[in-house]
């Protein structure tokens, strides 16, 4: 194979030699290799850890980890809610107190705090009456009993929402970490008991909390897996029929590039790791790049058909004028993604691994099958006098027409460029990072819309965990007490928090004049009392195995950008009050801190990806100025893509970031062909007209592999998950930019300011010219 343009694909594009000259043995390799991957199709795993989002070895990331550890963890509890305008009937409100009495039944379950287990003061005897007895069970829910149970100290306000129509059940199960199997059987359990408990009630009942959410996660993960994959096959092979009109060039395309797919699906169950909410989209994705690959190949392989070449040695000229590139294509890729490595979250460098390899694997997968395709199954596709008409040669005049509208109008077009460059940047710099717990749901899935109900009728639902150290003392211990009470009331005087849970909540509670020295000692030694006889579940939300003491507070959901100013401003006042050594956590903390810094660094990943993906350029031309030419072009995109963010008021989420990096990797495709096409075509030719010649050629191509992407991209619109979503939509905005950069920005730049790099630039001794289509007509 020709050596000059052997170099663009670093070698990997040799992968196709031996079979030319083992075609069978090779295709028996190729047999085996899918196989394989096939079987570790058998062995997917889906990731049932929401919390993992933000797992590393970041300091923030273990605080949390031993929180949730030592005290109670707010992303173990299921919360049901129950809504209605009759809920507080007598007949009604009393078979929710039978509703609450069957949920302590369920198999796996530990606990169930609702307004019917609140409990009042104890009394002299140590007996502490339930706030809602029989009969104010039997007498329904009066404006009375609605004021005793909310302004209860204990979890008051977390139960009943202010109008009296909405009750939340907090649902704890036995098990720590519970897996989704046993939240799926509890959730069916729990929904079979409203269904006969509270019958012609009127009331709607929806089981929620963080553990019902990752369980819809992974359905959706599953769902997704189903729907992309299979609409990805179908959108590639629907539009390689429409461009070549022909099955069998529509098969050569469409097989390489599904393999492919399915290949990197099969590797990642082959390496034992489990597909996340980042991950799910990577096997579509290197499906729909080796159609553009494909495409590529194919359209080579069938003009060198139609020049009279056989199957195998059209195959051999379409390799060596196309299989370099496509294969620098898959290693910018692999570059980009390998970019996100430097993150030390575990979920996007997982990502990222998944993605480099599959980038590369697919990439020389698709070389490969292609070759064996068009040897054995090429022969069934004949030329004909019509062979060299199809929708891409049928754009050739119009791409030419592009080229010379950009090298006419070269210095006006690079002006506009560079200022859009600088004005765009601007734009995409001034985003913000923004994140959301619930960003991986629809807002119609009915956990996720019930979560977003009981977070604003129940004074906000995100928890933030303040750990105080007491030291050597006793949490109960008058001086302890006072510590936990200086941080419960310094949290609580600030605005946006809402009431806290704490052991003073609990002193509160016991009642009496906690001001008097001698009554918070008579109240300690009852506390301590009391804390001997609780349960685990119930200590656990107040102190934990090393005498620290817990302060809970929730917030309502908000943005990122505004979440972090609070937390700083509750760690600040707890600080204050209990000492540097009060640490806040909790998953709220935890999302504000880790998604602005973690989307921050991916930004950096962002820019280390366009210095090595143009790197990778440079070292494949062996050229610094084709890389520095290819600079511009390739930065306008992400440039265009966050500019719209900025102006649609979005902030910066991890699948914006995460999609612009990899639609940047794949965006240097059509560069990289432009390049090299440029490279082996019409050296007798002055500048300009060689590169209306090139866009003429490669033009039709470009739009043609970049239609298949953004076809195959439109297939995340089909996602139930909004990220999944955002990744196409972002994805498909820049490659479109891509390639109206490539097409008219590119050239103007190579006729206009970087000319004088070009004008005498000839072909290396050891390439030849591409085989040329008719001249260009003016």
């Not at 199954?377 to 050739?396: A, E, I, K, Q």
């Not at 210095?411 to 734009?427: E, F, H, Q, Y």
């Not at 100025?625 to 893509?641: C, D, E, K, M, Q």
Request: aromatic share 6%; charged share 20%; with cysteine.
């Amino acid at each position: 194979m020709n050596t000059g343009l052997r170099s663009l694909g670093f070698g990997l594009d040799r992968v196709v030699v031996p079979i030319f000259r083992w075609p069978r043995i090779s295709a028996f390799v190729v047999l085996c290799l899918l196989a394989l991957t096939a079987y570790g199709g058998t062995q997917l795993t889906f990731d049932q850890n929401l919390r993992a989002v933000f797992a590393g070895g970041t300091d923030a990331y273990q605080d949390y980890i031993q929180t949730v550890e030592d005290f109670v963890d707010p992303e173990n509890e299921l919360l049901i809610l129950v809504e209605g305008e009759r809920l507080g009937e007598p007949d009604v409100f009393a078979k929710l107190r039978d509703f609450q009495f069957e949920l302590q039944f369920i198999e796996g379950v530990k606990s169930v705090v609702s307004a019917f287990a609140l409990r009042l003061a104890p009394d002299a005897n140590g007996d502490a009456p339930l706030v809602i007895d029989d009969a104010k069970a039997e007498a329904g829910l009066t404006p009375e009993l609605l004021e005793e149970v909310r302004a209860h100290p204990l979890f008051g306000n977390k139960l009943l929402s202010n109008n009296g129509e909405a009750m939340n059940f907090i649902v704890t199960p036995e098990e720590p970490k519970a897996p989704l199997a046993i939240t799926r059987a509890m959730r069916q359990e729990i929904e079979q008991i409203a269904a006969d408990t509270l019958a012609d009630t009127g009331l709607d009942v929806t089981v929620s909390g963080f553990p019902v959410l990752r369980l819809d996660i992974v359905d959706v993960l599953i769902h997704d897996q189903i729907v992309l994959n299979t609409a990805g096959v179908l959108v590639g092979l629907i539009m390689s029929l429409i461009v070549f009109r022909s099955f069998v060039a529509s098969a050569m395309t469409a097989i390489p590039a599904i393999l492919a797919g399915g290949a990197v699906l099969g590797m990642i169950g082959l390496m034992g790791t489990s597909i996340t909410v980042m991950s799910n989209v990577v096997p579509a994705l290197i499906m729909v790049l080796g159609y553009a690959d494909s495409m590529h190949l194919t359209y080579a392989w069938r003009r060198y058909r139609a020049e009279g070449a056989d199957p195998r040695e059209a195959a051999r000229l379409a390799q060596e004028e196309v299989g370099p590139a496509c294969m620098l294509t898959a290693i910018t890729t692999a570059i980009a993604f390998l970019s996100l490595t430097l993150s030390d979250v575990e979920i996007v460098s997982r990502f990222a691994w998944i993605g480099a390899i599959g980038a590369i694997l697919g990439g020389m997968l698709v070389l490969a099958v292609h070759t064996l395709l068009a040897i054995y199954v090429g022969r069934f596709w004949h030329p004909t006098r019509d062979s060299g008409r199809n929708l891409l040669t049928m754009l050739r005049r119009p791409n030419a027409a592009i080229g010379r509208f950009a090298v006419t109008h070269a210095r006006k077009i690079a002006i506009t460029a560079g200022i859009l460059v600088v004005v765009l940047g601007t734009m995409y710099f001034s985003v913000p990072p923004q994140h959301s717990l619930r960003e991986h749901l629809p807002t119609s899935n009915a956990a996720n819309a019930a979560l977003g109900r009981i977070d604003k009728l129940f004074d906000g639902a995100f928890p933030i965990q303040i750990v105080v150290p007491i030291g050597t003392i006793s949490p109960t211990s008058p001086e302890g007490l006072e510590k936990i009470r200086a941080v419960h009331e310094a949290v609580a005087g600030i605005k946006g928090v809402d009431r806290p849970l704490s052991l003073w909540s609990v002193a509160e509670w016991l009642g009496g004049d906690l001001d008097g020295g001698d009554n918070l000692d008579a109240v300690s030694r009852r506390l301590t009392e009391l804390a001997e006889e609780m349960p685990t579940e119930t200590s656990s939300r107040f102190f934990g195995r090393d005498g620290a003491s817990l302060v809970t507070v929730n917030i309502h959901e908000m943005t990122t950008e505004d979440t972090e100013p609070l937390v700083d401003e509750i760690e600040a006042a707890a600080q204050s009050a209990g000492g540097p050594d009060v640490t806040m956590t909790g998953v709220t903390v935890l999302t504000a801190r880790e998604s602005n810094r973690t989307i921050s660094n991916l930004f950096w990943s962002l820019t280390l990806a366009v210095v090595a993906g143009v790197g990778a350029i440079m070292l494949a031309f062996r050229d610094w100025r084709v890389g520095a030419v290819a600079l511009l072009p390739n930065a306008l995109p992400i440039f265009s893509t966050g500019a719209l963010l900025f102006i649609g008021g979005h902030g910066m989420q991890f699948t914006s970031v995460l999609s612009l990096t990899v639609a940047f990797g794949i965006a240097v495709d059509d560069t990289i062909h432009y390049l090299s096409r440029y490279r082996t075509s019409g050296a007798a030719l002055k500048l300009p007209d060689r590169l209306i010649e090139t866009s003429r050629h490669i033009g039709p191509v470009l739009i043609g592999t970049t239609a298949i992407i953004i076809a195959g991209l439109s297939t995340t619109f089909m996602s139930e998950m909004p990220t999944i979503r955002l990744f196409g939509q972002l994805a498909a905005v820049t490659l479109a930019a891509a390639l109206i950069a490539d097409l008219l920005v590119l050239p103007a730049l190579m006729a206009g300011v970087a000319s004088r790099w070009f004008e005498k630039k000839t072909p290396s001794p050891d390439s030849k010219p591409a085989k040329q289509d008719a001249p260009v007509q003016a």
